[in-house]
């Protein structure tokens, strides 16, 4: 490889280090670790994910008995300390998976101190006298699952999706995109976090100006006339091991969108977001989105612009090149 072509390449490993030192300052100041993050948003998130830890073992065939002593007590002193103006949504899961869980022991183990424990935080705690409970586990009956012929249609149907890049000069109403996000939320989130956020723009100017940070809309930005912006907040996630799962969770429900679009007949088109820090940056300040979310993508959508599309071929890969089989 000639010098100036190892030099080139060089620059460009060193431009990752700062990239990389960029988002240390994001986790710095917004991750649950933050000591700068307000506090009401890192219970928030840590309530929801004890709460779903105690689910997770309602949902198990045979769970073992009073597991999870030391969760629920560590949840209870944070539910003590949570404002429940925040959100009462942690609070509703916290109740629904105690009251579950005192449910179930009541019949295994009906003498145990510790479901007395239970009770009384049930009946005179302060932040759970203010929701109804919403949480534990669902009975899944044998008729959830689809039949054969409904899995035929479901093929299809995910099958024709495609990739739009030409769509009719009309602004999808908000009751749409209120019923398409009511069917992405059942995205599955790490813990249930849901920490993913979906921005929706309809101003010509404002998609303009986003579109041309994105840089990917050459030829159809004019023909763009609503588009997502999701991401994720980054308060939901702590710990280094968590440092990409936001791009996950916000992958996941993405995906689980544009689907979503695809059931109520919009088209769609994902636009990546593989862009530097300073970039983000300017997205964020144009579109008003805090600097704890982290941008996953953008998606532009709404009713196709004519009968008859055209839509890239994007053929796919052999099978036996993406499944492999492991004794």
Avoid at 20 to 42: Q, V
Avoid at 70 to 93: A, Q, T
């Amino acid at each position: 490889m000639p010098l100036k072509a190892k030099f080139f390449y060089m620059l460009k490993v060193i431009q990752y280090f700062w990239e990389y030192l960029r988002d240390f300052r994001l986790t710095l100041g917004y991750s649950y670790h933050s000591p700068f993050e307000e506090e009401n948003r890192r219970l928030y998130y840590r309530i929801i994910i004890l709460a779903h830890a105690i689910e997770k073992g309602l949902s198990l065939k045979d769970p073992r008995d009073l597991f999870g002593i030391k969760k629920l007590r560590d949840m209870m002193g944070l539910l003590d300390r949570y404002d429940v103006g925040f959100s009462p949504f942690p609070v509703e899961m916290a109740k629904g998976a105690i009251e579950s869980y005192v449910k179930l022991h009541r019949s295994k183990t009906p003498d145990a101190p510790f479901l007395e424990e239970l009770e009384a935080y049930l009946a005179n705690s302060e932040t759970l006298s203010q929701c109804e409970g919403n949480g534990g586990a669902r009975n899944i009956e044998p008729g959830h699952f689809p039949s054969e012929a409904s899995r035929q249609v479901g093929q299809v149907f995910i099958q024709s999706r495609f990739s739009c890049r030409n769509y009719a000069p009309v602004k999808v109403s908000k009751e749409t995109i209120r019923k398409v996000l009511e069917i992405a939320q059942s995205a599955p989130s790490q813990c249930n976090r849901q920490s993913v956020r979906v921005h929706c723009f309809q101003s010509p100017d404002q998609i303009s100006s986003l579109l041309s940070l994105q840089g990917g809309t050459s030829g159809f930005t004019e023909s763009i006339h609503n588009l997502f912006v999701v991401t994720s907040e980054l308060t939901a996630w702590g710990g280094y091991g968590q440092r990409s799962q936001s791009y996950v969770d916000g992958g996941l429900f993405s995906q689980n969108l544009m689907l979503a679009l695809h059931v109520h007949g919009l088209a769609s088109c994902p636009l990546n977001l593989a862009i530097t820090n300073a970039k983000e940056a300017n997205i964020k300040r144009i579109s008003g989105i805090h600097q704890r979310e982290r941008l996953i993508m953008m998606i532009a959508f709404g009713e196709p612009g004519e009968e008859n599309l055209l839509a890239a071929r994007s053929a796919r890969i052999p099978l036996e090149s993406v499944l492999l089989f492991h004794p």
